[in-house]
């Protein structure tokens, strides 16, 4: 299947709406401090960030709707299974995360590495130790709480 579309006002429509729900989350879960008035607080980067987001999205929709500055780019979803199916598999490693950090964290590196087609068992076998080490590392000597 091949979707074509203009890369200039799709990222920029991604932009505006990533701006806009930035917007929206910021005093959700960033609180307001009581004894600052005005300057530099915690939620001035991110409104920051929000504010050049959605500005610099308008700008590229502007570009393609009113300059006609913009490219006509086709995707062929036959060639992005594979992109399509690793973020599938970064997906369920997010669900998988919170009933287990060595069987999450390993079976993502084991993932990442058949898709790369590796064939020796010993790149597997350092990945999973890896994991290992690194919760013990954690939980034992950092006093980290991990799932």
């Given at each position: 299947?091949?979707?074509?579309?203009?890369?200039?006002?799709?990222?920029?429509?991604?932009?505006?709406?990533?701006?806009?729900c930035?917007w929206i989350?910021?005093?959700?879960?960033?609180?307001?401090?009581?004894?600052?008035?005005?300057?530099?607080?915690?939620?001035?980067?991110p409104?920051?960030?929000?504010v050049?987001?959605?500005?610099?999205?308008?700008?590229?929709?502007?570009?393609?709707?009113?300059?006609?500055?913009?490219t006509?780019?086709?995707?062929?979803?036959?060639?992005?299974?594979?992109?399509?199916?690793?973020?599938?598999a970064?997906?369920?490693?997010?669900?998988?995360?919170?009933?287990?950090f060595?069987?999450?964290?390993?079976?993502?590196?084991?993932?990442?590495?058949?898709?790369?087609?590796?064939?020796?068992?010993?790149?597997?076998?350092?990945?999973?130790?890896?994991?290992?080490?690194?919760?013990?590392?954690?939980?034992?000597?950092?006093?980290?709480?991990?799932?």
């Amino acid at each position: 299947m091949i979707i074509k579309y203009r890369s200039n006002l799709w990222a920029g429509l991604a932009g505006m709406a990533f701006g806009i729900c930035l917007w929206i989350l910021i005093p959700l879960y960033i609180g307001r401090e009581m004894g600052v008035r005005s300057g530099i607080t915690s939620r001035s980067m991110p409104t920051a960030i929000a504010v050049v987001s959605f500005l610099s999205g308008l700008g590229l929709v502007f570009q393609s709707l009113v300059l006609k500055r913009d490219t006509l780019k086709t995707l062929v979803l036959g060639q992005e299974a594979k992109a399509l199916l690793f973020m599938a598999a970064l997906a369920a490693y997010s669900v998988l995360f919170k009933y287990g950090f060595i069987l999450s964290t390993a079976g993502l590196g084991v993932t990442t590495l058949a898709f790369c087609k590796c064939r020796r068992p010993l790149f597997y076998a350092i990945v999973v130790a890896t994991v290992v080490a690194l919760y013990f590392v954690f939980t034992r000597l950092l006093y980290v709480r991990l799932p």
